[in-house]
């Protein structure tokens, strides 16, 4: 089963506009992580935000995290047809014998027509 | 370039069979997981090394996978007597321990189909 649902499961933008995606998750958790994954291949590591932070930044992405209400929010801004890929958000609960095993939710793939 | 690597990329085998899958973590790197994706699935964990010691099993991980880092650095994964339920993608991902900050990086992945 998967932890975290990602919404919108599909988003098609034009280039230049903004992309803002939901994931909602169940569990308490230690950090949040998104990934961007294109076609057939593997995953990229965009960005990490601890569960006492609420807001990371990291070029033209943005990620919000609200504990309480058991979400965060990745937003693009100024897209680019590059940016057409699947983004994934994946919750951490580290354990001594998982490590930081995450559990990822089935994604939002986003198309950015130039 | 996240510096993990994976071989083979694609693997096409006939059910029944058995196929190793080998990971090149990043050198620096004691943990290393290996997921599973299906198609327009997100990746689901399956096993993870700390050094050599594997410290967890997913329940996906039948007694048909078998999972291997002897020297705490590459590692291997075996499935035998493939099923057609087997195709998906192979993931390895590793990353340096340290506390509530495991950034995991990943390889491009080895794409099992069993026909």
């Known amino acids: 089963s998967q932890q975290g649902e990602e919404d919108p499961q599909a988003l098609s933008i034009q280039e230049g506009e903004n992309a803002t995606m939901n994931c909602s998750y169940k569990?308490?958790?230690?950090?949040l992580q998104w990934y961007r994954q294109n076609s057939g291949r593997g995953l990229v590591h965009l960005i990490l935000?601890?569960?006492?932070?609420r807001e990371k930044h990291s070029g033209r992405l943005r990620v919000t995290l609200d504990t309480s209400k058991k979400s965060s929010s990745l937003l693009i801004t100024a897209s680019r047809a590059a940016d057409t890929a699947s983004y994934f958000c994946a919750t951490g609960v580290p354990t001594k014998a998982a490590g930081n095993k995450l559990t990822f939710g089935g994604g939002t793939r986003v198309l950015v027509k130039p | 370039d996240t510096g993990v690597s994976q071989n083979p990329r694609h693997k096409i085998t006939k059910r029944g069979q058995n196929v190793t899958f080998r990971c090149d973590p990043i050198?620096?790197?004691?943990?290393l997981y290996w997921y599973r994706q299906t198609l327009g699935q997100g990746p689901e964990f399956l096993t993870y090394?700390?050094?050599?010691?594997?410290?967890?099993k997913s329940r996906l991980l039948s007694d048909r996978f078998s999972a291997e880092r002897p020297k705490g650095s590459f590692s291997t994964l075996e499935i035998q007597r493939t099923e057609q339920g087997d195709s998906a993608m192979y993931l390895c991902?590793?990353?340096?321990?340290?506390?509530?900050?495991?950034?995991?990086?990943f390889g491009p992945g080895t794409r099992l189909t069993v026909l």
């Open positions: 569990t308490s958790i230690n950090n």
């Open positions: 935000i601890r569960s006492n932070e």
């Open positions: 991902a590793s990353s340096k321990a340290a506390l509530n900050t495991d950034t995991q990086y």
């Open positions: 050198s620096e790197h004691n943990r």
């Open positions: 090394f700390q050094n050599e010691a594997q410290l967890e």
